[in-house]
């Protein structure tokens, strides 16, 4: 096997393994403070062929999302999340 095969496959390996990992940390890290929304990209902003894809929760725009994302939270785009934000800040 052709030494450069070796080290892609060993890298996958790597981030696979790392990936798993965030995504226990993540999903403890979300409940731990009780997030209200998840901040999702645009679809086909995303460079992983195994993410999911739902609806912005206010527009309804295309996201992308992690597969070890919640599927009950809201999504926003970052459009919308701004717009919460800056709402939020005035009142």
């Known amino acids: 096997m052709p030494e450069s095969?070796?080290?892609?496959q060993t890298f996958q390996?790597?981030?696979s393994q790392a990936q798993?990992?965030?995504a226990h940390t993540s999903q403890a890290h979300m409940r731990s403070l009780g997030s209200e929304v998840l901040v999702c990209r645009e679809a086909g902003d995303s460079p992983f062929a195994?993410?999911?894809q739902g609806p912005c929760a206010d527009c309804g725009r295309a996201l992308s999302y992690r597969p070890y994302l919640p599927d009950d939270e809201?999504?926003?785009c970052v459009a919308c999340?701004?717009?919460?934000k800056a709402s939020r800040?005035?009142?």
Do not use: E, G, I
Request: glycine share 0%.
């Open 13 to 15: 390996a790597h981030a």
């Open 50 to 52: 195994d993410d999911r």
């Open 89 to 91: 800040q005035t009142n």
């Open 81 to 84: 999340f701004a717009a919460r």
């Open 5 to 8: 095969t070796s080290q892609a």
């Open 74 to 76: 809201p999504k926003l």
């Open 20 to 22: 798993t990992s965030q």
